[in-house]
C-alpha cells in the first residue's frame, strides 16, 4: 500500500499506472497506490485522488476522484 500526497501534472497518470504495474511485477505482489484527494488542496497544487491497483505486474483497476453534486 502506497499512501501518496503526489500532485496532479498533465500526463502523471500514465507514468503512475506504469509505476505501480513496474512494482507490483518486481515485488510478485499486490500494490495499492492511493493519492490525496482534492479536499487536501489548501495551496496552490492540486491532488487527483488517484487509487491505482495491479498485482503481480498486471493492471487491475484505477479510480480516479468524481465530485458528486
Do not use: H, W
Not at 499506472?17 to 499486490?30: F, H, I, M, W
Request: charged share 20%; hydrophobic share 35%; net charge negative.
Amino acid at each position: 500500500m502506497n499512501l501518496s500526497a503526489s500532485n496532479e501534472l498533465i500526463g502523471k497518470t500514465e507514468y503512475q499506472e506504469a509505476l505501480v504495474r513496474q512494482q507490483s511485477a518486481r515485488c510478485l505482489a499486490g500494490y495499492v497506490y492511493a493519492s490525496a484527494g482534492p479536499s487536501e488542496s489548501t495551496t496552490d497544487v492540486v491532488f487527483g485522488g488517484d487509487v491505482i491497483i495491479a498485482e503481480n505486474g498486471t493492471f487491475l483497476e484505477e479510480n480516479r476522484f468524481q465530485e458528486r453534486y
